[in-house]
């Protein structure tokens, strides 16, 4: 257990030679391997750097204890291997971005199943412990405040390409849990409601990163529908801190757990707020849902977590405020646009 250590006796990360993070050069897979590095883990990356960036790891380029494999996790011949010496696996690789999805759905799930299902096999054969990130979208269109964990699912047709990136994730979860029940498989499901912070990229969709971007070159920003749609957005430090946590606490294996803020804030007042803390004048302009994705495209009015089982499991929730990630999206755009020059 590192510094700041988990609540609870006991773990079931094991003696090995490195944790493994599949996905580790993406947004929140970077993050995460900052924090491993910081606790003096050795970490291996698989990342086959199609969403992901090597420049995301940057800061450790000459770090010896950090291996980047840029592969795709069913490609790294030496999977059996890096799982049997793994003391703990997070697998983060994953399509992301619900523009991508929208835009290329044979990509979306045979990345989310195929990858998932080699990483299980060799995870299961090897009883590597396994933190799988799995999505609030998971939830569908359920119209509940709060989503919990043990809620009945609300998924869209196959018609609607959205709802493919939802199905492919909890096919990743019924296959995890379908290992832990059939061959013991120590592994927990992190359902990551939105995430935002430095790194983040609007390239595939996500809402705050273009907000800032927009704002930054007075540009307007684009609001979805009427704007009135919430969501809850939490600091990506925080949801690495409640991922290793939880990875920590030996009651959250076998269990599904939410991650993610409970401060909601609506659409068209998130882009008011990136506004004001940008010092822009870019207009707010609305764009029909049909226009900025597809037809009969479907968006989810609120989306909430209940996170009382983190909290009970690791003790911990989420304290980052919004304005601190706009503030620091906003720092990384200018400076990377006084690089450009
Ligand atoms: N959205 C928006 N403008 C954008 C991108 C997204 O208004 O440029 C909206 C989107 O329709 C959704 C919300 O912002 O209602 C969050 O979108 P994002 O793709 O970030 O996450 P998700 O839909 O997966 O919650």
């Known amino acids: 257990m590192g510094r700041r250590g988990a609540r609870g006796r006991g773990t079931l990360v094991r003696p090995g030679r490195h944790i493994l993070v599949t996905g580790g050069a993406g947004f929140i897979g970077s993050h995460l391997v900052d924090r491993l590095l910081a606790e003096g883990q050795r970490v291996v990356v698989v990342d086959d750097l199609s969403t992901g960036r090597l420049e995301n790891l940057a800061a450790h380029r000459r770090e010896p204890r950090l291996e980047v494999k840029s592969q795709r996790v069913s490609a790294c011949r030496t999977l059996p291997k890096l799982a049997r010496e793994a003391r703990l696996i997070f697998h983060l690789a994953a399509a992301v971005g619900v523009e991508l999805v ?93 995430t935002v912070g430095p790194r ?10 273009r907000f800032v971007q927009a704002a930054l070159e007075g540009q307007p920003l684009q609001v979805y529908g009427s704007g009135r749609q919430t969501r809850c957005f939490c600091h990506v430090r925080d949801t690495v801190e409640a991922l290793w946590r939880l990875a920590h606490c030996p009651a959250a294996y076998g269990q599904v757990v939410n991650v993610g803020s409970t401060r909601e804030i609506r659409i068209l007042d998130l882009a008011r707020l990136v506004k004001k803390l940008c010092h822009s004048e870019s207009p707010l302009v609305r764009v029909p849902y049909a226009q ?49 020059g």
């Open 102 to 194: 929208v835009r290329e759905p044979v990509r979306t799930m045979e990345t989310n199943v195929l990858e998932t299902e080699a990483l299980l096999r060799a995870a299961s054969a090897a009883r590597a412990p396994v933190l799988l990130a799995s999505t609030s979208e998971v939830y569908g269109k359920s119209r509940k405040a709060y989503f919990a964990e043990e809620d009945d699912l609300c998924i869209g047709p196959p018609h609607l390409g959205r709802w493919a990136y939802a199905c492919s994730k909890l096919m990743d979860e019924f296959l995890a849990l379908g290992h832990a029940r059939q061959h013991g498989l120590p592994v927990i499901i992190a359902r990551l409601f939105n």
């Open 292 to 340: 900025a994705y597809a037809p009969g495209f479907e968006d989810m009015q609120r989306r909430r977590p209940q996170i009382r089982r983190l909290v009970r499991l690791t003790g911990f929730r989420p304290r980052i405020p919004l304005e601190r990630a706009i503030e620091e999206l906003k720092e990384e755009r200018g400076a990377a646009r006084q690089a450009r």
């Open 200 to 209: 983040q990229t609007g390239r595939y969709g996500m809402v705050l990163p």
